[in-house]
T-cell receptor
Framework: DVKVTQSSRYLVKRTGEKVFLECVQDMDHENMFWYRQDPGLGLRLIYFSYDVKMKEKGDIPEGYSVSREKKERFSLILESASTNQTSMYLC?????????????FGNGTRLTVT | AQSVTQPDIHITVSEGASLELRCNYSYGATPYLFWYVQSPGQGLQLLLKYFSGDTLVQGIKGFEAEFKRSQSSFNLRKPSVHWSDAAEYFCAVGGGFGNEKLTFGTGTRLTIIP
């Protein structure tokens, strides 16, 4: 089974801090994604990556950046955390194109910014 | 732009009753459609997907969905729900080659009563 592991289940940070959310997948998947999940808004795509050192903006990239130095690891970075970034963050990976490969999700990181 | 509407925020059904969750999509070409389920405290898991061919697709856990192009719908059904089906369900639409964004709906929370 594919395993997508997010390093923290819960995280509390202060406004202005730099925050790193880590995600690791163990199936040699090409593609990795970061979503945020908010009540009433569903899942919204922040960034995704097709390959090492490649990244593409999703629908809501503002205030975020990403890093993919190794194929199995995809990090989401909040350069200066703000309270409106309090959310559930979900990492996912897939082996191929979105239209023929299911996304495999981690269990999420619930981030609170105070 | 692609979009998904799930008009029901919360649905309650009795165990053993039938279920239908609604999903309407907007997409300019042939859509690729998905249903994902999120159990409490978990990431999302793919239930089923439609790419082409037979408009009635079967998924895991006894779920099925029917693609109706004329109604821009992809409703999820199950003939008899089990208490373990209590979860949040997300419909998603993605494009074909060159469009890697998977757009999710806002979700429908399903409660099962004895």
């Amino acid at each position: 089974d594919v395993k997508v592991t997010q390093s923290s289940r819960y995280l509390v940070k202060r406004t202005g801090e730099k925050v790193f959310l880590e995600c690791v997948q163990d199936m040699d998947h090409e593609n990795m994604f970061w979503y945020r999940q908010d009540p009433g808004l569903g899942l919204r795509l922040i960034y995704f990556s097709y390959d090492v050192k490649m990244k593409e903006k999703g629908d809501i990239p503002e205030g975020y950046s990403v890093s993919r130095e190794k194929k199995e690891r995809f990090s989401l970075i909040l350069e200066s955390a703000s309270t409106n970034q309090t959310s559930m963050y979900l990492c996912a990976s897939s082996s191929g194109r979105v239209y023929n490969s299911p996304l495999h999700f981690g269990n999420g990181t619930r981030l609170t910014v105070t | 732009a692609q979009s998904v509407t799930q008009p029901d925020i919360h649905i309650t059904v009795s165990e053993g009753a039938s279920l239908e969750l609604r999903c309407n999509y907007s997409y300019g070409a042939t859509p690729y459609l998905f249903w994902y389920v999120q159990s409490p405290g978990q990431g999302l898991q793919l239930l089923l997907k439609y790419f082409s061919g037979d408009t009635l697709v079967q998924g895991i856990k006894g779920f099925e969905a029917e693609f109706k192009r004329s109604q821009s719908s992809f409703n999820l059904r199950k003939p008899s729900v089990h208490w373990s089906d209590a979860a949040e369900y997300f419909c998603a639409v993605g494009g074909g080659f060159g469009n890697e964004k998977l757009t999710f709906g806002t979700g429908t929370r399903l409660t099962i009563i004895p």
